[in-house]
């Protein structure tokens, strides 16, 4: 899945950008592989592109149990370990009314309320979710109903304005948290290997993370890239030959060979590179038929293996002020996806895509009809971002249609959709963290 990388250069820059419309690079871009969501935190501040949107100072946590998201008759306390479920019991789901529209569906808030969460990011084995959530003020594992969320004590920087979540197995997560690149500002980033029981500080001087699989993650970094074979322990540079820019954001395929990085410019154009060979060598995969002010860049990247049967929708997704491209696999020529039907903004004002998340968990209860892309938009003023809503295309960026109700004016700042399963009975849910919280929407077959 915001990108949080460039800092108070990239503040200056997307100054600069608002005032020839261009693309907040927002705060928590952090992007995972094999359908993991890529996740783009934002704030309350002036627009900045998926990692750098700076959060406000947010409340204590406060849980909010969901009336709509079912679960157990009556939740229970999250066992010691994060990743083990508390009850083998199969979770009853009243599933939502076969007739209902996606654009029918309320959004309701699960938990967290009070705290601006900037990422979201898990895993799904069967019944068993967790999901690990970050925000400036902590770090949150909850599963099931989502409506319980155990606070874990993680290492975060000194008055940091983003965190980023990532999680690469059932027993590998990364958080990761900064004020931004310019030199001297506070960063901090920890590891668990044993399903966030435990946190270690590491070393590699990471800010955003995507992670391949259990082994291999790649960084990003104010000076350049870097790479861990070993979940975390150590850390390696890698050497990229790119303009005068900064990384903001990754994406990484499954094995760990494929991956993507996103730079950003003084003035804010983009850059995207691309490796075939986990790393070793580079080249510039950047979109050139862009308007003369050169490519935008980008604030959230996400890449797509595609599966059996629909090789066409695999390959790099990503967001900017433009909309939303997508590259397929093996090839150069780019998509640029209309915005048709997304809100636009009042003069003096332009907006973001706060986040992104590509949905190809295919079942026989979920026929669809490709992927599925969900969006976040927020109108950006000089001093604020205002929300516009959830949206999603199941046309490949053809044509959009607003997601459920109840989000209005709520920045969200990162999507994870958590799949069907059908051992325990659940439906799909569509989670938000939100600059209050996360809220769920439970979203019913007929949906597709």
Not at 197 to 226: D, H, P, R
Not at 229 to 252: E, F, K, M, N, Y
Not at 336 to 357: I, Q, R, W
């Amino acid at each position: 899945m915001l990108s949080k990388l460039a800092g108070q250069k990239i503040s200056d820059a997307l100054r600069i950008g608002a005032l020839v419309g261009l693309l907040a690079v927002v705060a928590g871009c952090n992007t995972t592989s094999g359908g993991q969501p890529t996740n783009v935190p934002t704030g309350t501040a002036p627009p900045i592109a998926a990692p750098t949107i700076m959060p406000t100072e947010v409340a204590a946590t406060a849980e909010v149990a969901s009336p709509t998201i079912p679960a157990a008759e009556t939740p229970t306390e999250l066992a010691s370990s994060p990743t083990t479920p508390p009850d083998p019991t199969p979770v009853v789901i009243n599933t939502p009314a076969p007739t209902m529209s996606v654009g029918d569906l309320q959004w309701k808030q699960v938990g967290l309320g009070g705290n601006n969460v900037t990422d979201l990011s898990f895993i799904s084995q069967g019944s068993n979710v967790v999901v690990l959530a970050a925000g400036p003020k902590g770090v949150w594992t909850g599963t099931y109903d989502y409506s319980q969320w155990d606070k874990h004590d993680v290492a975060m920087a000194e008055e940091a304005r983003n965190a980023e979540a990532d999680v690469a197995s059932d027993q590998v997560m990364y958080v990761t948290s900064h004020t931004g690149c310019p030199s001297g500002l506070p960063s901090a980033r920890s590891r668990s290997t044993d399903g966030g029981k435990s946190w270690q500080e590491m070393s590699g001087e990471a800010m955003t993370i995507a992670v391949a699989n259990a082994t291999t993650a790649y960084g990003a970094k104010c000076s350049g890239l870097n790479k861990t074979t070993d979940s975390g322990a150590t850390w390696a540079d890698l050497s990229v030959t790119t303009q005068s820019s900064d990384p903001i954001s990754l994406a990484a395929s499954p094995d760990g060979q494929m991956v993507y990085a996103a730079y950003i410019s003084e003035g804010g154009t983009g850059q995207i590179m691309m490796s075939k060979d986990g790393g070793a060598t580079w080249s510039d995969v950047t979109p050139r038929n862009v308007p003369q002010e050169g490519f935008l860049a980008p604030g959230h990247l996400t890449f797509l293996p595609g599966s059996e049967g629909r090789p066409d929708e695999g390959g790099l997704y990503l967001t900017n002020n433009e909309g939303v491209w997508f590259l397929p696999l093996d090839s150069g020529d780019w998509k640029l996806m209309t915005k048709s039907n997304l809100p636009t903004s009042p003069e003096g004002t332009f907006s973001n895509f706060t986040a992104l998340f590509v949905d190809a968990a295919y079942s026989a209860e979920y026929d669809k009809p490709g992927a599925i892309l969900y969006t976040a938009r927020a109108e950006s003023t000089i001093d604020k971002l205002l929300g516009q809503g959830v949206y999603r295309s199941a046309d490949m960026g053809t044509t959009w249609q607003s997601v459920g109700t109840g989000l209005e004016q709520h920045v969200v700042n990162s999507l994870a959709l958590i799949p069907y399963d059908s051992s325990s009975g659940r439906v799909e849910t569509l989670l938000a963290a939100t600059d209050d919280g996360i809220w769920a929407l439970t979203l019913p077959p007929s949906s597709r």
